[in-house]
Every structure is written in C-alpha cells, then in structure tokens.
C-alpha cells in the first residue's frame, strides 16, 4: 500500500508559572517529540512530518507531569500533502 508525505502544522501555545514545563507530542500513541517550553508571551509553531498510509491519526499534546502549565494548539493547517485537520485532535490522510 502506498503512502503520502504530509507536512502538517498547528501553533502550540503555554501559560505557565515557576519552572519551565516540558511537554510531549504523540501520533498514535507513538512518541514525536519532547521539548521544554521556556518562552514567555510567544507561541510556537509545530511541523509534524508523516510519512503514512491512508487513514486518520490520533495527535496528542501532553504535559510532562509534575506541571502546572497549560498547553493549547491554534492554527491548525496542511502545508503539503493530501490530507485535512478533521479538528485539533485528528489528522486525515487521504492518499494520492
């Protein structure tokens, strides 16, 4: 079965206080990243590059506990490839 290269992007947004949380990035409960968030009155934006079959996956945003942050996705966009945000927590990959 084919696959599709999709590059697909959100910004990812932190309100904290004290330490500098650390938070994860899973697809499918596979692990994508681990960051620490030091930035203060800014955003990043994440790009998540697929390689992946048709189908939808599951994207997770998770605080490395112990945390006391918050951590939200806005923006939400497909910057190459044949697939759609379904909404914040679901990719689609529609195949070639």
């Known amino acids: ?12 947004h932190c309100e904290w206080n004290n330490t500098p949380p650390a938070y994860r990035i899973y697809i499918n409960n596979e692990l994508f990243t681990e960051r620490t ?5 800014s ?10 079959h048709k189908g939808e996956y599951k ?5 490395v506990q112990p945390c006391d942050a918050k951590f939200w996705a806005n923006n939400h966009a497909i910057e ?3 697939a759609e945000w379904a909404n914040q927590h679901r990719l689609v990959i529609k195949g070639n």
């Open 1 to 12: 079965m084919d696959t599709s290269f999709i590059l697909a992007s959100f910004d990812l």
């Open 37 to 41: 968030w030091e930035w203060r009155d």
């Open 43 to 52: 955003y990043l934006k994440n790009t998540l590059q697929i390689q992946g």
């Open 59 to 63: 994207v997770r945003i998770e605080a």
């Open 80 to 82: 190459q490839g044949p």
